[in-house]
């Protein structure tokens, strides 16, 4: 009875340990030269660790001349959220390129975000980063549309804490602005576009950017719109609008004058005919208070009816006074 209860616990420590413990990795990593013991595996397993994604990158490393790496490094990596696999595939890399690259800085450059075996691909070779179409004005107010091919290559070095690909294309752009602005013709431009390449390459526009700039080529300029003409235009246009309604303000101004005058002489008018209904009140107060008399009132109704005579006579074969037109905005009287 005791010999079939160690064979049971045998049996089961046997499976409990096959199990727990990847002898498959186990036996590939002694078989390619990476030996991991069977502690550091359990290990793994203790630690929440899948032991394939640290066994075979590392199996890898060493298949590859990288012996330095070991396995802590790389649990290490993993376990501060890096890719493991990513780093191990830029060190080969780079060892195969003859990039002077370590496991820390490669480290470093995968737990910033940055594609560490893309940085290490693109310094071997270079990419080509196509910028979009920059309108600039010369200054004779032509504008010139251009487009640029820029040739990066990755620096290593400057990954960490460098600027990405849209600093480069924002400065590049920055650059053909400049020249083509500086530029007394636009065809001084166009005779000779490596103006803006020199331009931009003189500037340093790669300088805390994760890149190094190698060439700047123009691909492409056309000749836009005549941008100053069309603001003198437009200057033109506003220069007459403000002509126009200064006149108008005048013009009613104006207007609004002759109304008053017009009033004020109506006004005066009515004073007169107010004076002239005052006379024969003052003529009658003169009589009933004597001092006018019957005949010298009569005397003046003879002088009045001798000046109304001469009047009436002197007008006699002259041609008659028009009319006065209508008010503004009166209509016009029917004959």
């Known amino acids: ?54 066994v075979l990158p590392h199996i890898k490393a060493v298949k590859a001349g990288l012996e330095e790496i070991t ?48 940085a290490v691909q693109m310094s071997v070779n270079p990419k080509v980063i196509e910028t979009p179409v920059v309108a600039a004005v010369a200054k004779n107010g032509i504008e010139l ?45 166009l005779e000779n576009p490596d103006r803006i390449s020199r331009t931009v390459l003189d500037k340093g526009l790669d300088a805390g950017t994760a890149f190094e700039i190698l060439s700047i080529d123009i691909a492409d300029v ?46 005066m008018r009515a004073r007169v005919v107010e004076a002239e209904a005052e006379v024969p009140k003052a003529l009658a107060e003169a009589l009933r208070a004597g001092r006018l008399g019957v005949l010298d009132y009569y005397h003046l109704r003879n002088i009045q009816a001798d000046t109304t005579m001469r009047e009436t006579i002197g007008r006699a074969g002259k041609p008659a006074v028009e009319e006065e037109g209508p008010e503004p905005g009166e209509p016009k009287k029917e004959r």
């Open 145 to 189: 549309k251009a487009k640029a091919r820029v040739t990066v290559r990755a620096n290593i070095d400057r990954l960490v804490g460098g600027a990405g690909e849209a600093t480069i294309i924002a400065r590049v752009g920055e650059g053909i602005v400049t020249t083509v602005g500086s530029a007394e013709n636009h065809k001084e431009v």
């Open 1 to 54: 009875m005791p010999l079939l209860w160690i064979f049971v616990l045998i049996v089961v420590g046997f499976l409990f340990m096959v199990s727990f413990i990847p002898l498959r990795l186990y036996i590939a990593a002694w078989a390619s030269g990476a030996k991991v013991g069977i502690v550091t595996l359990s290990g793994m397993r203790l630690r929440g660790v899948p032991p394939a994604k640290i």
């Open 71 to 118: 396995v802590d490094k790389l649990e290490a990596h993993f376990l501060a959220g890096g890719n493991v696999d990513r780093v191990v595939d830029a060190l080969i890399a780079a060892h195969r390129a003859e990039i002077n690259l370590t496991f820390e800085r490669a480290c470093a450059i995968d737990l910033a975000g940055r594609n560490v075996l893309e």
């Open 222 to 267: 056309d000749v836009g719109r005549n941008i100053g003409a069309r603001l003198q235009m437009d200057q033109a246009e506003a220069d007459k609008n403000i002509a126009q309604a200064k006149a108008a303000e005048r013009r009613f101004a104006a207007l609004a004058r002759e109304q008053e005058m017009k009033a004020m002489v109506q006004e």
